[in-house]
């Protein structure tokens, strides 16, 4: 399961992760992360065996967890295809059958290489 983790400037400065990697005795994989003296966003991928117990500790250390779909092709989408060539983990594909790119918003790491390519701009990336 992919989340999305926000810390605020105090936050940011303590080592959540890493404590909750131990304490849960799970693996993370970090995907992306922009972190500041302002707080911090990081997107991390949690065994599904793991999530509950994980997200929970997220919270009880005043983090702000996301699960919500982080990306979507909106009906503006004209098919193009420009999108599917730069995704690095396969998320958007084209379907030769139905002539259409598709999403599989739980493959989306959020780089955002697919929203810069559309010519029309119908790539979300909720950030």
């Keep these: 399961m992919k ?3 926000k810390f ?3 936050k940011v400065a303590e ?3 890493s404590t909750i990697i131990l304490k849960e005795q799970t693996i993370m994989n970090i995907l992306r992360a922009h972190v500041n003296e302002t707080g911090g966003k990081v997107l991390v991928e949690i065994p599904d065996d793991k999530a509950e117990h994980v997200i929970k500790a997220f919270k009880d250390l005043g983090v702000e967890v996301k699960l919500e779909v982080l990306a979507e092709i909106t009906e503006d989408c004209i098919h193009c295809g420009h999108c ?3 995704c690095p ?3 958007i594909t084209y379907d030769k059958n139905s ?3 598709k999403m599989v918003s ?3 790491i959020q780089c955002g290489r697919c929203v ?3 010519p029309v701009k119908a790539i979300k990336i909720w950030r």
Excluded: G, H, M, Y
């Design 3 to 5: 989340v999305e983790l």
């Design 8 to 10: 605020n400037n105090k």
């Design 15 to 17: 080592p959540i992760i």
């Design 84 to 86: 599917v060539t730069l």
């Design 89 to 91: 983990v396969e998320a």
């Design 99 to 101: 002539l259409s790119v």
């Design 106 to 108: 739980e493959k989306c």
């Design 116 to 118: 810069d390519a559309c």
